[in-house]
């Protein structure tokens, strides 16, 4: 069974247009989280939902808006992506936000590519 | 904001060498994770430190939470092809602060 899913794998679309990324995790984890990678693979977190509350809202512009439906989804919907959007989105969870469940799990990734 | 300083930032090795990768940061960490991972697919989890001056083994792999907590290490030994792929370092330091921060990685490649 997958842990962490992500849905689609592979996304490309144009300019402008609104998209949106779905996550859903069988673990029974409180937390979830949205990670962006860039082309030179460095890991940035994005987002941190515990029991469907923000905890977590790096500098991210605001056209990235998270949903988290409930504990077990987190989803990520973007608007009037732009080129710089372009990269692999992962979602992450775990038990809790802090130490000592925190070890966080990683779904598979969706590349989005902007054209 | 924390920085982590993972090196080297790529490595060639051959079938069965050993390897050793670290990383230090500017700031305290409670805890030190090790991923690993490989084209297309999410980090997998390797190995977590919780303790400073922990050693753990995982199979090949052996990782240090250094007691400074402020570095920590990776060794594989007997390195084989399939030991391919990125290796991040992250830590966690806890508090309110509940974002973990990753190195910039570690791309390994053994030649067989």
């Known amino acids: 069974d997958t842990a962490v899913s992500q849905t689609p794998k592979y996304l490309v679309t144009q300019m402008g247009n609104d998209k949106s990324i779905k996550c859903e995790q069988n673990?029974?984890?409180?937390?979830m989280y949205w990670y962006k990678q860039d082309s030179k693979k460095f890991l940035k977190i994005m987002f941190s939902?515990?029991?469907?509350?923000?905890?977590i809202n790096e500098t991210v512009p605001n056209r990235f808006s998270p949903k988290s439906p409930d504990k077990a989804h987190l989803n990520l919907h973007i608007n009037s992506l732009e080129l710089g959007d372009s990269a692999v989105y992962f979602c992450?969870?775990?038990?809790?936000?802090?130490?000592?469940?925190?070890?966080?799990?990683f779904g598979p990734g969706t590349r989005l590519t902007v054209l | 904001g924390q920085q982590l300083n993972q090196s080297p930032q790529s490595m060639f090795i051959q079938e069965g060498e050993d390897v050793s990768m670290n990383c230090t940061s500017s700031?305290?960490?409670?805890?030190w994770l090790w991923y690993k991972q490989d084209p297309g697919e999410g980090p997998v989890l390797l190995i977590a430190?919780?303790?400073?001056?922990e050693l753990t083994s995982n199979g090949r792999l052996t990782a240090q939470f250094g007691i400074t907590r402020k570095d920590s290490f990776l060794n594989i030994s007997a390195s084989i092809p399939s030991d391919v792929g990125i290796y991040f370092c992250?830590?966690?330091?806890?508090?309110?602060?509940?974002?973990?921060?990753f190195g910039k990685g570690t791309l390994l490649t053994v030649n067989p």
């Open positions: 700031s305290i960490f409670n805890t």
């Open positions: 673990l029974g984890h409180d937390t």
């Open positions: 939902y515990n029991n469907k509350e923000l905890i």
């Open positions: 992450a969870s775990s038990q809790d936000p802090g130490p000592p469940t925190d070890t966080q799990y």
């Open positions: 430190l919780y303790k400073a001056g």
């Open positions: 992250a830590g966690f330091s806890g508090g309110s602060n509940y974002k973990l921060t």
